[in-house]
């Protein structure tokens, strides 16, 4: 290479799927390692008429990252960390930056992401794009809520900053615009202080869905988590019973060993269940369990401890176990089966408070009938932010896994748009890092028209050829 030579990124063909494994395809993949090589790789792309899809880590379930007809733009390489202000909690890192390394930099100083998914792997670039959420939507919002700047690469190489001041419109479009306006090569954003490295968690067991909506509204005004685990298979007056899980950060001076719990080392999710039996193999202990009546079992036993927990005491836990459940154990999603697009998708309605009750009941009662029971449903509370195309609302999330197999897969389809008409009716929104199943009539009669029309003159404006495409905006925003 000559001196002063830009190196090229890498690239490869490989198949690139969703994190639910259910669909994806083959596709050449960029790997850029600086800013230079991102331009570079934009500016090849146009040049070979091509379109591109920005991927972080691909830990949106469906086909928000997956590229059928184009390359992959992957930015975890660009995952340095810029700067850390101890003092402030602010970080500025490379967009390619996992949550797991902005918490494990920032912990030891007693800081902490304001908002973390059910998995540490996500890149921050990854979650602005997609604007996740936590379980303390109720209580800080979303992800971008607390972002203070970003660098977006556009089509044209340029790369714009903007915050709440500076391309404010470009600020509040981008953050929760799934990757079409351009590509985030730089993240500045705030964390929270913390005082220790655990929590203090309690368990509450609820008899059916209108006890555990109660029981977060009697908690959450002191409450800085919460979480319902519902076991989706029994009806009637059971419909909805589970789980809820009460977290609370612990306040200066009630962790007597808070140098040592800061470590990020004490933060580490054991390698083995009982010290014995490696997690990375439990998933495939887990396929014995996966189909109906195994996960109807699982779900009774689980609703059974959780009644056991709900009679005991609070109990400390460490950050990373609290939230980060889905890394608990390695791969369990493998337990879904890996050939011919089989795994999982993640259905999630959000829903207001007004509707969310009864229409989560029929939403629940509706999967019964139809026999396409979700293995795994997850309560949240939430609360609306200012982003164009936001999934928030002032009401109730509910998050359910379906299996995906061959022989179901047209009728949980149908299934799936059959749940979609009775959240819309009912005011409903949906979010683009678990959708699978949307249609672009479904994005129409959610998305407020008038930010879907300024949504719609920006993108022509920074991205007039439409060089920035996945499949999920193929999906549901063809042109």
Known sequence: MQDGAIAQ????WEYVEGWGMSSGSAARVLRPRCTEELIGAIQSARRDGVTLAPRGAGCSYGDASSQSDGRVLDLTRMNKILSFDAETG??????GLTIEGAWKHTLPSGWWPYVVSGTMYPTIGGAAAMNIHGKNNFRVGTFGDHVREFDLVLSSGEVRTANREQNSDLFHAAI?????LGVFSRIVMDTKRVHSGLMEVRGVSTHDLAEMMAVFEAEKAAADY?????????????????????GRNLGPGEDAASSDSLDPATQSLPANILGVIPKSEMWRGLRLFNHDLGMRLVNAVKYQSGRLEGMGDAYLQSHAAFHFLLDF??????AYGRKDRRGLIQYQVFLPDETAHDTLLELLERCRASHHVSYLGVLKRHRPDPFWLTHSLDGWSLALDFKVDDARRSSLLEHCHELTELVLAAGGKFYFAKDSVLRPEDATRFLPSDRMAAFSALKRELDPEGLFTTDLMRRVFPA
């Open 90 to 95: 602010v970080l500025e890192a490379e967009a």
């Open 176 to 180: 929760g615009g799934f990757g079409s």
């Open 329 to 334: 154990v390695p791969n369990w999603k493998w």
């Open 9 to 12: 990124p890498r690239r490869d």
């Open 226 to 246: 919460l979480v319902g685990w519902i076991d989706a298979f029994p009806g009637g007056d059971r419909s909805g019973r589970g789980l809820v899980h009460v």
